[in-house]
């Protein structure tokens, strides 16, 4: 309708785009996520190939990344195990993240019975710890990487709802939700259009932490044996190659290699949070452009005032 | 606006408004806060009607019960949408809708009245769209109207809401209610978080609006002298009730009811020479948890008779017989505030 300002989106993509970190975090996902995918193409090796005549070779021109006790190529497994990685830590971050978000928003806008009931489950499910719960859950469900996902996602959703449950109750005493009331909006269009934007940094970010937090429970587990069986090659399945001193000692690419992958894509999903979050509010915007002019002190003196006019 | 004085637009009949008061790890109700005990208030086509009254006493929660942000622990709401009073207290979807369309609040506080994630003019669109208009290009001119309205270039709309100052957000949200042309808008204290010379601005543009438009307006004030400057009517409230309804004009000479007197004597005057008494009213507002039981003034009141502390008085026509003039005092013949 009216005169087109330059949309959002396209504000947003283009402040992220000068965003630095947020840019390199980008990088390093991007990087992971395709090598991953071209796992066999990039490496030239199958990752489940045994090769006899080869095992446990140190690093080389042919075998950049070693070999195991099988023969199997490791940089090739490390690309290869990053699928089921990257894919658990996401979707479960997602899963959980959108049932807290939801649950946590419809609790924290009508407040109530519901509310009451679920505050009441989320501290019956946080008094366990995550890892006996997930225990519980895996021998009935068995391993897998669906079952991990999903294990996850109904084990972790309570962060995100308490989150969004206090972010919620501190927005619906805003005037705005009030003025939006006045005007006959429906609780639907108040909390999801109008109150959910106004969380989306937190959530954000609970969902970089998350993931990042899935991928290290999935090698956690994996290493214990509980996680994805051993045949599917994954970050944490590689690691638990280390249980046995003598990989530890003597064998140190079979887990430094692996290890290295988990911290350089968990630390690409956090920088692309911090970037988002910068980015997802519009009254960063004008900092962001400011920054990019190029005076970091002058951004230290204004910032934070900025941040709270 | 004497024309169509006969029926009112909006009728609030004893509303009263109860809190309760809980307390013991058994969260019991052990008391009532009575906010709003019996308020009167009939709201005429064209007209603006001041609310004033001290902090605690009411106003804003008879706005937010005019406006059905909240609904009355008892009484009686009656609007007119064109065929006679409906009552508008408990209403379906369908129909609150086409009340919100009549009645538009606006609010206090010109910093967070606006969804900060959201450019203004997509705000005013999106309450069009709500309210069922459907073509973009008639939203387009319905807000770009509303805009001149209170001197705003549209141009600015695609600004977002920390992008303002104070004074400029009130005029959007103003103007934000004007998009939906409503015949009654309630503005809740719209000038106290502004600067003076800003709230003359904002005062004298409603007073534009209202004269070009012909909007009833309920003004919620705390300043006697706005509240003069703005409305037709005055409603002067006390704990929880409104004690007296005056015509503006008749402002301050008379005045009936010996709270409106001692409120009026307080406001600071500019004449030096004719300057009247001041009356220093004794005591402290009493807890609206345990009111008084006859007149919610008779422990203050410089004129308590017994029956002030045994029946609650009602408006009655004040003793000027006056139009519009309305007061709630067992007092026959006023007081001369001597």
Redesign the interface.
């Known amino acids: 309708m009216i005169e087109k300002p330059p949309s959002t989106a396209k504000l947003m993509i283009s402040n992220f785009v000068r965003n630095t970190t947020g840019m390199i975090g980008l990088a390093i996902v991007f990087l992971v996520v395709t090598s991953s995918i071209f796992a066999v193409q990039i490496s030239g090796y199958d990752p489940n190939m045994f090769d006899g005549a080869n095992t446990s070779l140190p690093p080389s021109t042919t075998h950049l990344m070693g070999t195991d006790q099988l023969g199997q190529d490791v940089f090739s497994r490390v690309l290869y195990g990053g699928r089921n990685s990257i894919l658990i830590g996401v979707l479960a971050s997602f899963l959980g993240n959108l049932i807290g978000t939801v649950l946590g928003a419809i609790a924290g806008y009508v407040r109530g019975k519901f509310d009451t009931i679920l505050i009441r489950l989320s501290e019956l499910v946080m008094t366990f710890p995550q890892l006996v719960l997930v225990l519980i859950f895996v021998t009935f469900l068995g391993q897998g990487v669906a079952n991990v996902i999903f294990i996850f996602a109904i084990t972790g959703w309570m962060t995100t709802f308490r989150l969004v449950r206090s972010e919620f109750m501190s927005l619906r005493e805003e005037a705005f939700v009030e003025a939006d009331r006045a005007f006959g909006f429906s609780s639907k269009r108040i909390i999801f259009r109008h109150l959910l934007p106004n969380t989306m940094s937190p959530i954000v970010v609970a969902f970089t932490i998350n993931t990042a937090i899935y991928i290290i429970a999935e090698a956690g587990l994996s290493f214990l044996g509980l996680g994805v069986p051993v045949t599917t090659p994954t970050w944490g399945n590689l690691l638990a190659a280390a249980q046995a001193p003598v990989v530890v000692e003597q064998y140190w690419w079979l887990w430094v290699f692996p290890a290295a992958a988990i911290v350089v894509f968990v630390t690409g999903v956090n920088f692309i949070g911090d970037g988002l979050r910068d980015v997802l509010d519009p009254r960063s915007r004008t900092q962001v452009k400011e920054a990019s002019f190029g005076s970091t002190l002058k951004q230290k003196i204004f910032g934070s005032r900025k941040r709270n006019a | 606006m004497t024309s169509k004085k006969t029926t009112p637009l909006y009728q609030a009949k004893s509303i009263k408004k109860y809190f309760p008061v809980t307390g013991g790890i058994l969260r019991r109700t052990i008391g009532q806060v009575k906010a709003l005990d019996g308020v009167d208030l009939d709201i005429y086509r064209g007209e603006t009607i001041s609310v004033i009254g001290e902090s605690g006493c009411g106003k804003t929660t008879l706005g937010r019960m005019l406006?059905v942000?909240q609904k009355p622990t008892d009484g009686e709401l009656t609007f007119d949408f064109g065929d006679g009073l409906q009552d508008v207290a408990h209403l379906d979807?369908g129909e609150?809708?086409a009340?919100?369309?009549k009645v538009?609040?606006i609010?206090?506080?010109p910093y967070?009245?606006?969804?900060?994630?959201?450019?203004v003019?997509v705000a005013m669109?999106?309450?069009l769209q709500?309210?069922g208009v459907k073509d973009?290009?008639e939203?387009?001119s319905r807000?770009k109207e509303a805009c001149e309205m209170v001197n705003m270039r549209?141009?600015y709309?695609?600004r977002?809401p920390?992008e303002f100052s104070g004074g400029q957000r009130q005029r959007l949200?103003i103007a934000r209610c004007l998009a939906?042309k409503p015949e009654l808008i309630i503005a809740d204290e719209i000038v106290s978080a502004l600067d003076v010379s800003i709230q003359a601005q904002i005062v004298n543009l409603l007073r534009k609006i209202q004269k070009e438009t012909g909007l009833s307006f309920v003004f919620i004030t705390h300043d006697v002298a706005v509240a003069r400057y703005v409305g037709h009517r005055i409603a002067v409230m006390y704990l929880g009730s409104v004690v007296e309804i005056l015509p503006a004009e008749a402002l301050p000479e008379n005045a009936e009811h010996p709270y409106t007197i001692a409120l009026l004597s307080a406001v600071p005057d500019m004449n030096l020479q004719g300057k009247k008494k001041q009356i220093a009213l004794q005591g402290e507002v009493p807890s609206p948890i345990d009111a008084p039981s006859g007149c919610a003034f008779s422990t203050r009141c410089p004129y308590v008779m017994d029956i002030c502390k045994t029946t609650r008085p009602t408006l009655r026509i004040a003793a000027d017989g006056k139009a519009g003039h309305q007061v709630a005092c067992h007092l026959e013949t006023p007081p001369t505030g001597e």
């Open positions: 406006a942000l979807r609150e809708l009340f919100r369309k538009q609040m609010f206090q506080d967070t009245s606006f969804n900060p994630r959201q450019r003019g669109d999106e309450v709500v309210h973009p290009e939203r387009f807000i549209v141009e709309l695609q977002y920390h949200a939906v």
